[in-house]
Antibody, heavy 123, light 113 residues
């Protein structure tokens, strides 16, 4: 059974940093691109960042480029999101999600999602 | 970026009746080389993560009831729930994965009338 478990969400002040983790199990982690998607309170879904499995290629939304860094440890089946220079508008539930098709790159549609971790940026 | 526009924002349908949700892309999401539309639909129940319902615009994900049907091509797509059940009360999102960044529609809230 595929499971994705996010952790690391917290209350942080504007300008602060946070690292999110997503522990994966139930599938061959390296074979799939992984993605962070966020959802601000009462709002829709926003893609944040993705990382391919084999090549380690990354991509970021313009809203987080230069502030967030995605990484993965394929030996630990874990995806990370390092978030620096946090802003109030980064407040959201952050989901990690697995690409559905196997690929050396990515397709960026998602068949499994974690339950999410809440990041609150406020003074 | 490709903008995804859903309509309506919300709809109320009687149990057993049909619900129809529309999604329009600002650019075609049809890859001519594969003849596939790079379009997915998700369901998000309250306090739950999204769940994949449909991909390639019309392929139902394993385990999804056949009352959910995706259709359309190019820039115009539809998700139809043929006979609404109580458990279908949720937000529904379309998403294009034709180009990066992948983008979602604003969501359609489906309720029971």
């Amino acid at each position: 059974e595929v499971q994705l478990l996010e952790s690391g969400g917290d209350l942080v002040q504007p300008g602060g940093s946070l690292r999110l983790s997503c522990a994966a199990s139930g599938f061959t982690f390296i074979d799939y691109a992984m993605t962070w998607v966020r959802q601000a309170p009462g709002k829709g879904l926003e893609w944040v960042s993705s990382m391919s499995g084999h090549t380690g290629t990354t991509s970021y939304a313009d809203s987080v480029e230069g502030r967030f860094t995605v990484s993965r440890d394929n030996s630990k089946n874990t995806l990370y999101l390092q978030m620096n220079s946090l802003r109030v508008e980064d407040t959201a539930v952050y989901y990690c999600a697995k690409d559905k098709p196997y690929s050396t790159g990515w397709f960026l549609f998602f068949d499994y999602w974690g339950q999410g971790t809440l990041v609150t940026v406020s003074s | 970026d490709i903008v995804m526009t859903q309509s309506p924002d919300s709809l109320a349908v009687s149990l057993g009746e049909r619900a129809t949700i529309n999604c329009k892309a600002s650019h075609s999401v049809l890859y001519s080389s594969s003849n596939k539309n790079y379009l997915a639909w998700y369901q998000q129940r309250p306090r739950q993560p999204p769940k994949l319902l449909i991909y390639w615009a019309s392929t139902r994900e394993s385990g999804v009831p056949d009352r959910f049907r995706g259709s359309g091509s190019g820039t115009d797509f539809t998700l139809t729930i043929s006979s609404l059940q109580a458990e279908d009360v949720a937000l529904y999102y379309c998403q294009q994965f034709y180009s990066t960044p992948p983008t979602f529609g604003g969501g359609t809230k489906v309720e029971i009338k």
